[in-house]
């Protein structure tokens, strides 16, 4: 995670944030899992399944980067207030599509506690899907509180909060191409 070229600190609201990780390594290492999942998925059409809000502009560029029929849904997952998660999580947008008998991909942005994800997927497990793998963009190995096993990882981090390509502060930075870290002192 060295970036390229140095790109100046922004700010969000009241606080500052530095580059982490730029969109080429970004891009770069989707398209590595891309191919992984192309791999592993050949004979299947799986379901990916994102988790709103954050996941979404990874999940847009992941499914680009997969070379294989796949179909796609939602659901809205929430734990977070500001910088840091309640621990509670709330289903906002429920699931519509079968999974019986299904290969399921989830999309992650971020797992650091391992809350949402060891809350949802016994849910998830009730639907009989034949099988399921979890893609997370970020992990936070030494923030996880449970034993959730992440099948692709995009990147791990220390932690620290972090800000763009779909995730937020107060719902803004979503827009940004590169992933920022809460500067020191703010």
Known sequence: MHPTKEKPDIKIHDLEFELMISEKEIQDRTNEIGHA???????????????????FIFMADLMRACDMPCEVSFIKLSS????TSTGIVKSIIGLQTDLDGRDVIIIEDIIDSGETMHQFLPQLLDMNPSSVTIVS?????????HDIRVDHVGFEIPEKFVVGYGLDYNEQGRNLKDIYQLKKGS
């Open 37 to 55: 999942l192309t791999q592993k998925f050949k004979d299947s059409v799986p379901v990916l399944l994102g988790i709103l809000n954050g996941s």
């Open 80 to 83: 977070y207030s500001g910088t």
């Open 137 to 145: 963009l970020l992990v936070k190995p030494t923030a996880m509180k």
